[in-house]
């Protein structure tokens, strides 16, 4: 019993020596993920993990880990797992992660349906399906083609920049193995600026470090250089002295700062004054004019994890207010790398718009953010990776960009491009409808569909399916339209539009088609075709009687519909009497009915009358019949007869 008991505590010992040594390891990895030494705390988790541990927490931290780090495969199984465990453990932030690492993987569809979740989380909307994305970017498919330069290392090299007649770009190739140098968050070397020539048959030649002025124990990267390239705007770690300077968080935040090139050497280097702790700016650009600078930053304001913002240069050199571009460009993911063209077209890199995975490369026209559709760049230029800073020369169609994508040398390569399709940065949006019959309501097919302006100048043009559908676009900037239908017999349907959002769809318009009634058919009696009764007339009188007077404001007002309609007045007798007599009578009765008509402001060259007397019954009551009085009346009538 002794024996047993001491077992019994050796084994509980020993469970509660592991369980703490358990502890002290979920301890250290989570104080190197707060410390955001990542690459530590990937391998710690694994490790916890293999050891049969269950833990939403250590999901998250994984799916975080190797999302800051671009290993979105390795993040979609965490999210997937953290998922698993429980739905209500991802919040708004890790499904929009969870869904962006699906989109890197190729999975679209449980991408879709995560984003559309989280949209009715945050009670916004979309326009348009994943398939209608996919369909976009794949129209865009082929317009670069893109190579690998020598220019790049076993290591991380991006973010090229123009400068002159050469290139300037970031890299962490040259820091020897230092251990000093290796950054915890990923195990990469940080971060130098260094500059090559172009060559003018392609390619480069003498690439070396830019400037030991500029190149520092920090990172350096992302530049923007005026175009006498004396003055440079880049970026950097915040710095406490020569090291790196962290805020409350423990992170070295990114800055924004202005050199100016003089006596060969680059000096008056100043950290931009709106800089602001506990936030990164970063990721210079210059506009044609040189006065604006743009930027990427996480500074109060933004809509998401970096925004664009925009910051005017004034003469003097000093700065305006920056200002957030927007949610046309902005979303809640993270806009970065932003780079404008001599023509205010602004290339970015985002994984909040619909993209192939990862960060992909977009373009708006700045000329007109509101009215300009965010065009992504489609393959091959973008990828399932991380696809990023990329500039263009728009009159030599040629540039450059940086993805982690495999195949490359390093980590991060560049990539030379050349456009062969230019993009066309026009906002659109839909209008969508039926067209239908006013009194049916049934689907009117192949209606003829056209969209017009405010001047009356048609812009669009299509026509309505089997089911009466059709689709139309306008561009963004054309805010009141009219839309009309048109089909042969059949009155034109219109509906006009006054939006005041000018890029929203118009997913439910109805036009409504009259069917053009022509009336009755030349030869037809009216009294048969109003479905009414005939009029008739006492024994040898012509007089038209009371209860007449109803089918007679019948066939006015079917003469008023249609006022090019005209009618013979056609009377007739019963078969007593004389033929000469009843021919006679019959004249009366029709002169009778032809000037009440009149009367009532029928105009007389519509009407005519005649007399046919005995000749045309409507029975076999003729002189050799006998027939009853109410078999007589029946003949003793006046048609009304269409003739034109």
């Known amino acids: 019993m002794k024996n047993k008991l001491n077992y019994i505590i050796c084994i509980a010992l020993l469970a509660l020596s592991f369980t703490n040594a358990q502890d002290r390891k979920l301890l250290k990895a989570n ?75 190729r999975d679209y569809e449980a991408s879709g349906s995560l984003l559309k979740k989280l949209q009715e989380l945050k009670g916004t909307t979309t326009k348009g399906s994943v398939a209608d994305y996919m369909l976009a970017i794949k129209e865009r498919y082929g317009s670069y083609t893109i190579e690998n330069v020598e220019i790049n290392s076993t290591e991380s090299d991006f973010a090229p920049s123009f400068r002159l007649d050469g290139l300037v770009f970031s890299t ?33 030649k003498n690439i070396m470090r830019f400037s030991d002025k500029l190149n520092t124990k920090l ?33 070295s935040r990114l800055k924004l700062y202005r050199a100016v090139f003089e006596n060969g050497n680059w000096g008056q280097v100043q950290e931009l004054p ?33 925004d664009i913002f925009v910051v005017d240069i004034h003469a003097d050199g000093s700065f305006g207010t920056p200002k957030n571009l927007g ?95 230019p993009i066309d940065t026009r906002c659109f949006s839909d209008l969508l409808g039926k067209v239908k019959d006013k009194e049916t309501g049934l689907f009117v097919s192949n209606s003829k569909v056209v969209l017009i302006d405010e001047n009356g100048k048609t812009i669009g043009e299509t026509n309505s399916d089997a089911e009466g559908i059709f689709k139309l676009e306008r561009e963004c900037h054309i805010k009141n339209f009219t839309i009309l239908a048109t089909k042969e017999a059949y009155e034109p349907g219109r509906k006009i539009i006054e939006d005041e959002i000018s890029n ?25 075709y109003l479905n009414i009764k005939p009029i008739y007339f006492e024994l040898n009188r012509s007089f038209i009687r009371k209860d007449a007077k109803a089918t007679l404001e019948k066939i006015i007002a079917y003469l008023n ?84």
Request: proline share 2%.
């Open 31 to 105: 104080k190197n993920f707060e410390d955001f030494n990542f690459s530590r705390a990937i391998n710690q988790y694994e490790n916890i993990l293999a050891r049969g541990t269950v833990s939403p927490v250590i999901y998250k931290n994984l799916g975080d880990a190797n999302y800051l780090n671009a290993n979105y495969e390795e993040a979609a199984k965490w999210y997937g797992k953290l998922a698993e465990s429980s739905e209500d453990v991802l919040d708004v932030e890790h499904m929009y992660r969870y869904a962006n690492s699906l989109r890197s993987i």
């Open 172 to 204: 962490s190739r040259d820091t020897s193995g230092i251990s000093k140098n290796i950054h915890s968050w990923n195990k990469k070397r940080f971060l130098n600026l260094y500059t090559a020539t172009n060559l003018e048959e392609g390619g480069f």
């Open 219 to 251: 990172h350096e990267s992302s530049t923007a250089f005026t175009k006498d390239g004396m003055t440079v705007y880049f970026t950097r770690n915040k710095a406490n002295g020569k090291d790196f300077g962290r805020d409350q968080k423990g992170i």
């Open 274 to 306: 709106f800089n602001q702790d506990g936030y990164s700016v970063a990721h210079p650009t210059l506009n044609k004019a040189q006065d604006k600078l743009y930027f990427a930053s996480d500074i109060p304001g933004t809509e998401g994890q970096s």
């Open 327 to 421: 949610v046309n460009i902005n979303t809640g993911g993270r806009e970065t790398f932003p780079y404008v063209t001599d023509d205010d077209i602004l290339y970015f890199s985002s994984d909040g718009h619909a993209g192939l995975g990862g960060l992909d490369i977009f373009a708006v026209d700045l000329k007109n953010i509101e009215n300009s559709k965010i065009v992504n760049l489609g393959e091959p230029l973008n990828s399932i990776s991380d696809d990023f800073s990329f500039i263009i020369n728009p009159k030599t169609k040629k540039g450059y960009f940086a993805s982690d994508r495999s195949g490359g040398m390093g980590d991060d390569d560049i990539y030379a491009l050349t456009e062969l399709k």
């Open 504 to 528: 929203k769809d118009e997913t439910n318009i109805t036009l409504l088609l009259v069917k053009i009634d022509n009336g009755a058919p030349v030869g037809t009696d009216l009294t048969a």
């Open 561 to 644: 519909r249609y006022p090019a309609a005209k009618i013979e007045v056609r009377s007739h007798t019963d078969s007593r009497a004389s033929s000469t007599y009843n021919k006679a009578l019959s004249e009366r009765r029709a002169k009778e009915t032809v000037n009440y008509l009149v009367g009532k402001g029928i105009a007389s060259e519509r009407i005519t009358g005649m007399g046919f007397g005995e000749s045309q019954l409507s029975n076999e009551c003729d002189d050799s019949t006998k027939c009853s009085e109410e078999k007589h009346q029946q003949n003793r009538r006046s048609e009304f007869i269409l003739v034109e």
